[in-house]
């Protein structure tokens, strides 16, 4: 066995596989791509479902992947075990019903054997205790002894996720000496310690189950393989852990460097640098297939391991954020396999550092609270966090509840999961209830069973906005029921072919008239479902029935300035990416008649310069008046000639490419000019933060920005008018001589309240009570107002060190108490805090403050002189 490094060791299994007839295809992102039941990809087949399942046809019945992986459920065991990541590459051949468990298994011992020169002796396998053809082929055919071949039950050694195909599996181990076991007699292949260590496992999928124990043989059984590419790296490097190996290793240098902590220092220490350099590498793939930290599904994913990496640092002494600088450690380590981490460098930096710098915020206000609260548990002899607290901690300050609980176990306390649990259920029940309330549809059922049996329909509206049809369906709105005909009230109104836009692709639906011989209907809305048009109608005069004959006709003024706006978006698109960079990817969009709304990755606010550029090269573009064409073709087509495609979107089997001049291709199903010029103008309105790393921009083009510059002239118009001012154009010149006016005034009042106070605390200070040797002054005031109040108390506090003076203020619908003490009042035991405190609660109110000075609240005004008349008696209790 030779010492191979990890990127060499992916190149030697990819084409070996293609030596055997695979076709290789690069790793698929991270995010699922029309596949709603995965957050991420966990595994090399799980971006080939459709192709297992017979939903595609695959590009050749043999593939092979180096697949990216991310696997939380793993979270905990990262660091402690040698073999665990969250992030890993996993290499994999696939058979779509080609070849089988044969083929499988001699080509993974040839592999192993003698492309690697792994030693023999060390290798192991499992298979399912029933599987006696694998047990066979592996006994017989290869020649492995039978007593180095384990047979292990349904838990281990069979694959299966509910119904549908699955199978016995048979997975490969290396011995990796005593050294590393946990030292049990029992200990062999399927123990969870790290002797000996899984590294490949071929799943033979051969059965149709029913999920209830009933399995049916596939008549085309598959072959799933997978082997983690850093565990064979550990393995033939000799190395302890997947952290050591070469690549990898060199991420740990440099955290260990930006922390300055020695790897192999202590176990603990390790363990927090092997967690680092594990979840940077995570972070920095997710982010760059497109993944932006949020609360909730794979945002959170990131979040949580983003923040858990930055907390690691911090136990190891890092306060600073270091991340980012990690990050580019990463995509060094990986460009010639992943170049697009170098590609979007800065992008991922600046999320990954922004992200650092709020966790960074929560955590110093969040550890605070939470060491108070660990503390207070403890001085009450308990060791369970009360889960009204730790939900709060989580809820109001954003605390990570993962980070409450790792905190609280290494403190050896313990959460009140149950009532955490049923508040965040509370909480996540109140939010649905709102989305409910919104209406996802607006109409009255959520469920589509309605158009079972219902064939889709064609869409006639690229080509034509009215079209000729007949009635297929009428389901009544109220009840989701159909009905064969209809006379009044809402119904969904479903036809053979219809030139009506639905509502997908970031585009609304189309509104219109639908006409039939006796009756007269308001489209106003269009949905779809599976290729079935649903018209959302409104009776206008007349009865619609099943089989009628319609002129459908689409509102064509409305679906003109639709079609402006989302040309406009690509032609945005286009401009941001050349003016910011390739890192900008759509990240969301939405066009209707008024307005263009484009979400993009970016890490920050678009300066001004670059808001104008973008703006007029745009413009620009439309100056130009370039033909706007489309053609349909397929996905592979559509990309070999350069158009851009949504991540994640689901595309069907011919697709459309929208192209505008040279300046912009995009794959689209969106309805379009055929011209740029006819966009008009298009005018940027706003461009806001949506999440971090996304930015929005909204626009709008034609008659939109005529009403936009309606608007604007509006409000200059209106704003001169309030102003008095006969000339727009003087509007600036006018507001700045008001600001320097208003500031002139405001220096005059305060030397005028100033005065006032001079003179009132000179009359009311010669008449004092004198208390145990203070003087006394308190005084109720009427419509003095309270900054004038606090220096009257600050100028007699400043010359007479001995006073104590106390006064309501009643001015502009408040009541308040201003309390001062000199210096030598406080010395003798008066505290100004107290006495505020003391004569607001006399008056319904509360407050407090310093010794020496304070303010305070009141309600009743009723009582606001009696409390005056009592502040020598609270005065003379509190001298010592
Ligand atoms: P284990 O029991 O060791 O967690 P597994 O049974 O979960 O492994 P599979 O689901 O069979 O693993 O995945 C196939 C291969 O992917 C494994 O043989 C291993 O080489 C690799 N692999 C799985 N999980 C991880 C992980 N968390 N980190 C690195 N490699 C992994
Ligand atoms: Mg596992």
Redesign the pocket.
Known sequence: MKWTGLNELREKYLSFFESKGHLRHDSFPLIPQGDKSLLLI???MAPLKKYFKGEEEPPRRRMTTCQK?I?TP?IE??GL?A????????LGNFSFGDYFKNEAISWAWEFVTTVLELPVEKLWVTVYEKDDEAFDIWNKKVGLPADRIVRLGKD?NF?EIGSGPCGP?S??YFDRGAEFGCGSPDCKPGC?CDRF?????L?FTQFDGDGEGGYTPLAHPNID????????ACLMQGVNN?FETDTIQNIMKAISEKVGVHYGDSEKTDISLRIITDHVRSTAFLVCDGVVPANEGRGYVLRRLLRRAARHGRLLGIKKPFLAEIIKVVARENATAYPELTEKLDYITKVVGIEEERFAATVDAGMDMLSDLIADTKAAGKTVLPGAEVFKLGDTFGFPIDLTREIAADAGMTLDEEKYQELLTAQKERARGARAALGDFGWAGESFDFLDGIEQTTFTGYDELSSEASVVEIIDAETSEPTGSLAEGKAIVILDRTPFYAEGGGQVGDTGVITAAGAKLKVLDTKKHEGVYMHICEVESGVLSIGDAVTASVDAERRAAIRRNHSSVHLLQAALRARLGNHVEQAGSYVDAERARFDFSHYAALTPEELADVEAAVNAEILKGDPIVTVETDVEEAKKMGAMALFGEKYGSTVRVVKMGDYSMELCGGTHLDNTAKAGLFKIISETSVAAGVRRIEATTGLGVLGFLREKDELIADTAREMKIPNPHEIANRAAALQNELKAARREIEALNAKIAAAQADSLTRDFTDVGGLHVIAHVTEGVPMDVARTMCDNVKADDPLAVMVLSVNCDGRLNFVVACGKDAVSRGAHAGNIARAVSQMCGGNGGGRPDSAASGAKDASKIAEAIAAVPEIVKSMLK
């Open positions: 966990n595994a090399g992986c696997r793993d065991r990262v075990t073999r665990h990541g969250t992030f890993f590459e996993m281990d694959w599996c997975e490969i969870d260590m899984e590294f490949w496992n799943v393989t997978g082997m983690g590419l850093e565990r064979l997947l």
